[in-house]
């Protein structure tokens, strides 16, 4: 029996997921600035069949948001720890001083991007494209032969940043063969919990409706928007040192400590209250869409306090804030049909 092809649209979908991923992981916060866009074609390979292939394996195995997020941040484990190498560089980005290395590991770069790579790198992108693809939420996107290549592609563009941005940016450094069998590690063992430990969900999206029906309260769009800018930049901004700062949060010494807890409580809470919200009845793909926009828009209005260099990046950045506000404010006028039985 010949394997079933990709449904209607799904190529669509996935190709729009492929592209919207390095732009909200990297270009709407700066990096690299919109002068340099042409630099996102290192980016676009790793970034977006990586994110299309996580979404792929956690629709066949029928997994929710634990899957996804566990999956993100094996796909963070592979970006910075096996084709960068900046988790344990002791140069690159000048990491090694944020704070205390714990293990040969670049604490405070580790806790900052591993989490960043699991929200923003693949969670909301494959939220945002399921919105926008309602009828395929549920359903891989390609058939066995896009799923291949899907992989292929990452694995090569994994191995173009290696000789163009890793080489350039921290040339002559080499892991111990001990981290990158670590880093393998890791990320075997994430896809294992996330794939087979965690039990199948009836909606795979990473933000689910109405799953359980419990009585959780239900906050109001703006504040689950609200929730999402704070969440986004409170986080960002207590582990990314910028203005001059050369530790997270301006500390110095062992008081780095505390941002660093500090970011752990953001993540955590806004963890527990989105599962605590989505679990309600009352949660809907708008309260999806405007706690994901609050997130990028904190995500970017980061990026112009702390990676715009000039006045012109900065203005450049906000206007893409903007046109990102605008196609976020047309999705949700294709969202606001009343739901059946509302």
């Known amino acids: 029996m010949n394997a079933p092809g990709p449904p209607k649209g799904g190529r669509r979908a996935a190709s729009l997921l492929a592209v919207i991923t390095p732009a909200i992981a990297e270009l709407t916060l700066g990096n690299p600035p919109l002068s340099r866009i042409w630099l996102m074609l290192l980016w676009i390979p790793i970034y977006g069949a990586g994110t299309v292939l996580i979404r792929e394996l956690v629709r066949r195995r029928r997994r929710g948001a634990s899957s996804i997020l566990l999956l993100g941040l094996a796909y963070g484990i592979v970006e910075e720890g096996l084709v960068l190498q900046a988790l344990t560089s002791p140069t690159m980005y000048g990491a090694a001083g944020w704070a205390p290395r714990f293990l040969g590991l670049n604490s405070a770069y580790a806790e900052l991007n591993l989490v960043y790579h699991a929200v923003f790198s693949v969670a909301l992108p494959i939220l945002l494209t399921d919105l926008a693809f309602p009828s395929l939420r549920d359903r891989p996107y390609l058939g066995r032969t896009g799923v291949v290549a899907a992989a292929v592609v990452f694995v090569l563009g994994g191995l173009l940043l290696r000789v163009t941005v890793a080489t350039s940016v921290d040339p002559g450094y080499q892991a111990p063969l001990a981290v990158p069998a670590g880093c393998a590690a890791a990320v075997a063992l994430l896809a294992v919990v996330a794939l087979r430990v965690l039990p199948p969900t009836g909606s795979g999206a990473p933000i689910a409706r109405a799953r359980s029906g419990t009585p959780a309260a239900v906050p109001r769009l703006w504040v689950a928007g609200g ?58 793909d708008r309260h999806s869409l405007c706690l994901a926009g609050g997130a990028l828009v904190g995500h970017t209005a980061f990026g112009v306090v702390a990676n715009a260099a000039t006045l012109a990046d900065e203005l450049e950045l906000s206007a893409l804030g903007l046109v990102m506000v605008g196609l976020t404010g047309l999705l949700g006028r294709r969202l606001r049909a009343p739901m059946p039985g509302r």
Request: overall charge positive.
């Open 227 to 284: 929730f999402g800018a704070a969440a986004g930049f409170g986080y960002l901004a207590l582990l990314f040192p910028f203005g001059g700062a050369v530790q997270p949060a301006f500390t110095h010494g062992g008081w780095v400590a505390a941002p660093m807890l500090g970011g752990a409580v953001v993540a955590v809470l806004a963890w527990w209250l989105t599962r605590r919200w989505t679990a309600s009845r009352g949660w809907t």
